[in-house]
């Protein structure tokens, strides 16, 4: 499985942002899909995950800003932005776990989202 993310850029903050990552490849293996962020000398945060039923869970610092979703037949996975803020500002990843094995996870290989005035 290969992850393409795109999308990300330089907004104001308050401004928004739709990241999107194309998936493919052996595509009907993908299970659970998810965002993760890293700041430079932080770990990478998990932002949000959208199960292929359609569960969905945000951490605490995106939730109700930002909305997840994903468009199976399009092997596409999305992230919307709204109400970015400086803090937001980090390298975004898209990661996929398969179906069959939760230990094994592919990644995209980020895109960088810089919010500031």
């Known amino acids: 499985v290969q992850l393409q993310a795109s999308g990300g850029g330089v907004v104001q903050p308050g401004g928004s942002l739709r990241l999107s990552c194309a998936a493919s490849?052996?595509?009907?293996?993908?299970?659970?899909m998810g965002w993760y962020r890293q700041d430079p000398g932080k770990e990478r945060e998990l932002v949000a995950y959208?199960?292929?039923?359609?569960?969905?869970d945000y951490s605490d610092s995106v939730k109700g800003r930002f909305g997840i979703s994903r468009d199976n037949a399009k092997n596409t996975l999305f992230l919307q932005m709204n109400s970015l803020k400086p803090e937001d500002t980090a390298v975004y990843y898209c990661?996929?776990?398969?179906?069959?094995?939760?230990?094994?996870?592919?990644w995209g290989q980020g895109t960088q989202v810089t919010v500031s005035s």
């Open positions: 490849g052996n595509t009907f293996i993908i299970g659970t």
């Open positions: 959208i199960s292929t039923e359609g569960s969905i």
């Open positions: 990661s996929a776990r398969s179906r069959y094995n939760m230990r094994l996870e592919y």
